[in-house]
Structures are given as C-alpha cells and as structure tokens.
C-alpha cells in the first residue's frame, strides 16, 4: 500500500467513496449516520468536501496503483466541534473504497496521519465519528488508538470526539 499526497483535484475520487459509502450504509439499513443520499448530489456536502480538501492536507492510500482510501488532515475541527486549547491536527473524511474493504486502509491512515501529526511537532490527533449504530466507528477509533472525549449533537445526529496523543512514546 502506498499512500500519496492528495490535492483539490481528487475531488471527483473522494466524492466516489464517499458516495460508495452511503450505498453501502443503505443497503444494509444504516442510515443514520450519512443520509440516503450520495455525497456528490447534494450541494452543501460537496461544497464541505471541497472546503476539507482545499484547506486541509489529503491524503490517499492506493493499492496496487488503485486508490483504496482516503482521509484528510487540518489544523482543527469543523464548526460544530470547538477547537482544542493546543495545537492539534484533525481528522476527516476517512473513507474505504468498498473494493478494498478489510485490506487494513483505514488503519495505514490513520497511522500515517499519526506520523503526520508527530513529524510536524504536534502531539494531539483527534477525530469525530458518528455514535449511533451500537457505537461501531467509536469502537473502530478506541481500536486504532484514540480515546472518547466529548460526545456532541447537530441536530438529532450524535457524534463523538476522539482524541489520540502522538509525542513522548505514543505509538
């Protein structure tokens, strides 16, 4: 697996996992977390993710030469998060193409967003996730390392942060 800087321009791929996601939520009845409609059909959630990758650092995992993955480093959350009272670098858009779904993508992600975040001298990486569907993505996050910190609402939509310390032996 090899993961490459990302820019603006994989708009079109990050919008087609992203897209792949949802149907795949759907067909199996998950529609909590990202609605029923794909990412790229919906004006404001493809303006987010053109934002995300315009002003963030994106990254993409490919396996052999096909991209499999995705996730996007900033220097803070979104809106709805308040930001942390130290230097941090945040998480988003992390998503699987559903091709390469187990092949451990979504892991090598996030720990180079992890080496990412120690090269630049930063010690925290914090992510959010949604928290319905039994708690499934934050037991994904406690699994790669991060630990729950403040669970939020928009809306009737709950989410958690996660927070990651990456200096000082963290691994």
């Not at 809106?79 to 779904?101: G, K, M, N, Q, S």
């Not at 001298?121 to 039994?134: K, P, Q, S, T």
Request: glycine letters at 14%.
């Amino acid at each position: 697996m090899k993961i490459r800087p990302g820019g603006p321009e994989d708009l079109p791929l990050v919008l087609g996992m992203l897209d792949g996601a949802v149907a795949w939520l759907v067909a199996r009845g998950h529609t909590g977390q990202w609605g029923t409609e794909p990412w790229s059909a919906r004006p404001k959630a493809r303006a987010k993710v053109e934002r995300i990758l315009t002003e963030g650092a994106p990254w993409i995992a490919e396996i052999d030469g096909e991209p499999a993955g995705t996730l996007t480093l900033t220097t803070g959350p979104g809106p709805e998060i308040p930001p942390a009272d130290e230097p941090e670098r945040y998480v988003h858009l992390l998503v699987t193409d559903r091709r390469f779904a187990g092949r451990g993508v979504g892991a090598a992600l996030l720990a180079h967003a992890v080496e990412e975040t120690r090269r630049v001298g930063v010690d925290l990486l914090r992510v959010d996730c949604y928290a319905g569907n039994e708690g499934r993505l934050v037991a994904y996050y406690t699994g790669q390392g991060f630990t729950p910190t403040e669970p939020f609402s928009v809306g009737d939509w709950h989410g958690q942060v996660l927070a990651r310390r990456v200096l000082q032996g963290d691994g």
